[in-house]
């Protein structure tokens, strides 16, 4: 059963960078098969998507966050990263990870549980 | 980007019901069409990939079809447990998008 965790500060302060881990268990992060992803969710509103990254060292970025973005992966410890620069009060939201099956019609079938991330002094 | 417009955004129902939730994208994507349900403090479940078939474990009482631009989420006969968010989001194209949710709340 694959499985999803994100970890990283509950806080950060404005014009600081956002970080964030995903560790993938039950599944390899080189597998070709998927990509690997990140959406959030500001309180009580939508869906995001952020971006992802493939295996082969590709990304693709939303381009409303494209310049403040950066998705990379740790192969050897299975995870991938996040990491949005220059936060604002705008930037808090729970944020997931999640995987993308490319053999099928690219849906997000795992997700992790979300962490809230909120961007304060 | 592909806008995806759901409708309602919110509705009332009781168990039992009949519920439609239905999704536009604003160009054609063929039948790159997910529809996720989204429980408070919880994180989207996907129900059903390809506009219409049914991801593993989710009951069949739910369903969905269409293809192009316009996609219908039904559930046939609602239970307690679907009270819940539902959004839809295309996968034909980057940046992915979502709808905005349908909220089906009790009656």
């Known amino acids: 059963q694959v499985q999803l965790q994100e970890s990283g500060p509950g806080l950060v302060k404005p014009s600081q960078t956002l970080s964030l881990t995903c560790t993938v268990s039950g599944g390899s992060i080189s597998s070709g098969d998927y990509y690997w992803s990140w959406i959030r969710q500001p309180p009580g509103k939508g869906l995001e998507w952020i971006g992802y990254f493939y295996y082969s060292g590709s990304t693709y970025y939303n381009p409303s966050l494209k310049s403040r973005v950066t998705i990379s992966v740790d192969t050897s410890k299975n995870q991938f990263s996040l990491k949005l620069s220059s936060v604002t009060a705008a930037d808090t939201a729970v944020y997931y990870c999640a995987r993308e099956c490319l053999h099928s019609r690219w849906e997000l079938d795992y997700w992790g549980q979300g962490t809230l991330v909120t961007v304060s002094s | 980007d592909i806008q995806m417009t759901q409708s309602p955004s919110s509705l009332s129902a009781s168990v039992g019901d009949r519920v439609t939730i239905t999704c536009r994208a604003s160009?054609?994507?063929?039948?790159?069409l997910n529809w996720y349900q989204q429980k408070p403090g919880k994180a989207p479940n996907l129900l059903i990939y390809?506009?219409?078939s049914l991801q593993s474990g989710v009951p069949s009482r739910f369903s969905g079809s269409g293809s192009r631009t316009d996609f219908t989420l039904t559930i046939s006969s609602l239970q307690p447990e679907d009270f819940a968010t539902y959004y839809c989001q295309q996968s034909y194209s980057t940046p992915r998008t979502f709808g905005q949710g349908t909220k089906v709340e009790i009656k």
């Open positions: 160009q054609s994507i063929s039948s790159y």
């Open positions: 390809a506009a219409s």
